[in-house]
C-alpha cells in the first residue's frame, strides 16, 4: 500500500496532475472497451441480433454499433481523436496476433484498425462533439440525419439487407410481433412505463 501512494506521489510529482488524470482515464476507460468487456456489446449484438444491424436506413455489419459507441464515449470520456485511434489499432494488433477469427490488420493510415471500423469509430466521435458536446441532446433524430449526413458513411462496412430468418429459438417473440397495427404498446412489454 505504502509503496502504490509514495509512487503516485512521485508521479505526480515529476509529472504533474494533469498526465496522471490522464493515465488514470486511461486505466479506467481500457477495461471498459477492452474487446469482450463490459462496453463491448459487439459480440452480444451478433449473437442476439445478428450479422447485420440496420442504422440510419443502411444495413451495416454487427461491429458497427460498437465502433460508434466506442467513439462517442471516448470523446465524452475527454479522449483525442489519436488517442481513439491508437486505442482501437492496439486492439486490433492484438487480435490478430491472439489468433481470432475474423481478426486481420488495417492499413497504417486508420493506425492498423480496419477502415469501415475507423470511420465508425469517427463517426462517433462526430456525433458527440455536434450534440452532448455542445449541450445538445441525443436523440433518434439527430442520429439518424448526421449519420445520412455523414461523408464516410459508406465506408462503415455496408452490407446487403439479410435474408429473412427464423428469430432465436431462445426468442419470446415470434416473427413480425413488433412489427404492425397489432404491435404491443410499450406499456404492455414494460409494465413500468405507466
Request: proline share 7%; glycine share 10%.
Amino acid at each position: 500500500m505504502y509503496n502504490g501512494l509514495a509512487t503516485a506521489f512521485m508521479a505526480r510529482k515529476l509529472y504533474g496532475p494533469a498526465t496522471c488524470a490522464k493515465a488514470q482515464a486511461y486505466q479506467t476507460f481500457t477495461p471498459l472497451v477492452k474487446s469482450d468487456g463490459p462496453w463491448d456489446f459487439k459480440a452480444r449484438i451478433e449473437r442476439e441480433i445478428g450479422k447485420t444491424v440496420q442504422l440510419g436506413g443502411d444495413w451495416h455489419e454487427w461491429s458497427t454499433t460498437g465502433n460508434i459507441t466506442y467513439g462517442f464515449l471516448g470523446a465524452a470520456a475527454g479522449f483525442s481523436r489519436f488517442e481513439l485511434r491508437a486505442g482501437a489499432g492496439i486492439a486490433q494488433v492484438n487480435d490478430v496476433l491472439k489468433g481470432k477469427p475474423d481478426a486481420r490488420l488495417g492499413p497504417p493510415r486508420t493506425y492498423f484498425d480496419t477502415t469501415d471500423d475507423f470511420w465508425a469509430v469517427e463517426f462517433g466521435y462526430q456525433l458527440y462533439e455536434k450534440t452532448v458536446g455542445q449541450g445538445w441532446a441525443l436523440t433518434e433524430a439527430v442520429f439518424t440525419t448526421s449519420l445520412a449526413e455523414y461523408a464516410h458513411r459508406s465506408q462503415m462496412a455496408l452490407r446487403d439487407e439479410p435474408m429473412p430468418s427464423a428469430p432465436n429459438a431462445n426468442w419470446p417473440y415470434g416473427a413480425g410481433y413488433f412489427n404492425g397495427p397489432n404491435a404491443p404498446e410499450p406499456a404492455e412489454l414494460f409494465p413500468s412505463f405507466h
